[in-house]
């Protein structure tokens, strides 16, 4: 019988309705009426020694703890005997946990026992924190045998969800079992209630009625319980009854119940010894009876799996014919759908993610030789066997496309990023040389404006660069002290007045990093004022920790959600393909792919008490001494090799300052020296933190101003720059005092002339040769 062009309905139908009718209706037969009941049978072993003995185990011990706590209380003094059994009682709690957590028990139980054993562990859980109530004598008799009895109950409504047998007679007689437990229970309540009031010398308020009611109770659950035992085992509790600890306990009890108060005349001695004997033959009787329901349970369930495996032989006819229909026509398929399947698996996970691997490399792809025809026949399973082919050549058309269409807008990027580097290049330098023949100092505080809005253009032409894959040009031959790369990523950003830069312990970042180091710190700070209040400040420290140095920018905004930190954090954490939906951030991207590029580790945390922290690890590779400061101008020129990052710090001509409130002693002055020629602008007193600062003195009016020259003055440019960049720090810190002083009207007015400047400019990297600068 030829199946290959059979259509696909009939193939599925004579596959699959003929031997799953005749499976699934006989198996849905005797699972229902069969094997569901012997499986229950079979788990009432599984219930009495997983649950059964070590729940009951807890319970003795528990009544027995709840006594002497109870005594404890009467009493002024610790027993040492209720330490004792405190230890009795966890061993036993937790081998009990150990049962309840088991994989055996837990696979048996219900859903009604599952709920009942969670119960049971959380009523056991308060058991510490009653203990200490008891201890420190914040509960009286009541509440602590309340606090006993509330776990004991929990336990018997678990013992009695496990009496869901398929016998009616084995439920009933598990049930009495059960409530023969909770008259025992009772018994122990009463014993506890009858040795707190011996112990104190009289009952307490309300004892005496509880006491009653407790030994009513008793009595009818005993007698209801038995009620429903069969013959053989009222018979036996009918003798255990009638022995003389359970007649002289009953004698005892009707004189209690009597009696309003304390029996003067009570024999304590006998009270124990026969409440003790009635308990441990009552709690003898139940482990029997427990014992016996297990036992018939077995033979029970052997008899339920016969019929069950006679029901199975009666299905082997129906089952040997619809396996041989689905042999003859599953091949057919099988072979068939097989060959599609592998198809389809060869080309999702090795061809397709191969050919893009090739195109990403820049190699050619002929779609049509990785594609190929294949033939799956003329029915419908050849029909998607073709419309795979249609597919899986769409699929590689359109990897191509991507592939091409990226590496294009890569392109663009960097196209685009090159030229605006080299026209911002272009105008820092031209900047540069305005600056130093400018001495009319509010067009040099608008120059400095224009050459701080160049360098933040600077970094958002390198943030396309590092979009494109590429790295960007500016680097360093030497290394750079940390402090000075600090302050040059400052320089990078639009608030940098808003930035405070504290405790930064000296070392220094090797020359080929700085570059992206700077970019990595601007971007992070820029994060850090754009999503904190106007008025907050931004402090920024760093410090050597094993294995690096750690750098940490902190703000005091409202902050980030947990869920959002941990997305930040995990696309930190990794350099991550770009995603031009995710344009919002763009940040994050730049930097992790310059932290990737490193091995620099950045991790956003929560600030105190507010705000977001942003740490970040720098390398011990990329680590080394704090270089020198700068040689001071007049005092001689350092070698060329020794030359300092010239534009990433405003504060280059003095002493690195790290404290956190830089400022607290003043020095008389410090003069900024000009270059020759130049006539006296300003001049700058020092300012709290050593500091120059800015005081405007205009020269004459009808004095001609010298016509610009294209040479620089005698000094170097390196020079005048730090002049200049040392006027502005103290200017920006003139500000900040302001500000202090306009909050504070009681505080004492600094002497300062100064006033608003624009930032300083920004960082001019030093070039390792003339072919490493931006196109």
Known sequence: MNTRDWPIRAKLTALV????????????????????????????RTYLYDLGRPGETVVAELQRERRLSVV??????????????????DRAVAELRRRVNGDDLRDAADDLLDARLDQLVSALDALPAGRGFIDARKVDRAGAIGLYSGMINSAFQAFAAMANLPDTQLNREALALTALGRSRELLGQADALLAGAITAGR?????????????????????????????????????????????????????????????????????????????????????????????????????????????????????????????????????????????????????????VARLRRGEEVDVSREAPELDHGGDEIGEVGRAFNEVRRTALQSAVDEVTLRRGLNEVFLNIARRSQGLVHRQLALL??????????????????????????????????????????????????????????????????????????????????????IHLLAELIENATAFSPPGSRVDVTGRSVPGGYTIEITDHGLGMSPQALADANRKLSRSPEFDPSDSARLGHFVVARLAARHGVRVELRVATPAGTTAA???????????????????????????????????????????????????????????????????????????????????????????AAADTPAPRSPEEARQAMSALQAGTARGRRDGARAAADPTAPAPDRGTEPTPPAPAPAPEPPNASERDA
């Open 203 to 355: 009952y307490a308020e309300g004892e005496h009625e509880q006491l009653v009611r407790t030994i009513e109770n008793q009595r009818f659950l005993a007698e209801n319980a038995v009620a429903d035992l069969p013959a053989a085992e009222r018979a036996a509790y009918q003798r255990l009854s009638e022995g003389q600890d359970f007649v002289r306990l009953r004698a005892l009890q009707d004189t209690l119940i009597r009696s309003r108060d304390l029996p003067a005349q009570l024999d304590v001695r006998a009270w124990e010894t026969s409440q003790s004997g009635a308990w441990q033959g009552l709690r003898d009787f139940e482990l029997r009876g427990a014992d016996g329901l297990a036992e018939r349970s077995v033979p029970m369930a052997v008899g339920i799996l016969v019929r069950l495996a006679a029901a199975g032989v009666l299905g082997l006819l129906a089952i040997v014919i619809c396996v041989l229909i689905a042999l003859r026509v599953g091949r057919s398929l099988a072979h068939r759908l097989t060959g599609v399947r592998s198809a389809a698996l060869e080309m999702a996970e090795h061809r397709l993610p191969d050919v």
């Open 72 to 89: 404890q209380l009467a009493g002024d003094t610790a027993l040492p005997a209720l330490a004792e059994q405190r230890a009795r009682t």
């Open 17 to 44: 309705i003929g031997p799953v009718t005749a499976l699934l209706a006989l198996w849905i037969f005797a699972t229902t009426l069969t094997f569901g009941p012997a499986l229950d049978l079979l788990a009432a």
């Open 616 to 706: 970040v690890l720098l390398p011990a590779d990329l680590i080394t001494k704090e270089p020198a400061l700068a040689p001071v101008p007049g005092a001689g020129t350092a070698p060329a090799d020794d030359r300092r990052m010239a534009k990433v710090t405003r504060l280059a001509t003095v002493p690195r300052t790290r404290t956190t409130r830089p400022g607290r002693e003043r020095p008389e002055s410090a003069v900024v020296p000009l270059p020759a020629g130049r006539t006296s602008a300003v001049e700058a007193p020092a300012d709290d933190d050593g500091l120059p600062r800015r005081v405007r003195r205009r020269g004459p009016v009808n004095r001609p101003r010298p």
């Open 432 to 517: 540069d040389r305005l600056e130093r023949r400018t001495e009319d100092p509010d067009e040099l505080a608008g120059l400095f404006q224009v050459d701080h809005l160049a360098t933040r253009l600077r970094r958002h032409a390198e943030d396309l660069v590092i979009l494109a894959g590429a790295a960007p040009g500016r680097g360093w031959r030497n290394p750079v002290a940390a402090v000075d790369v600090v302050r040059g990523a400052i320089s990078e950003v639009e608030s940098y007045d808003r930035v405070d830069v504290g405790d930064v312990q000296p070392a220094g970042v090797l020359g080929r990093a700085v570059g992206d180091v």
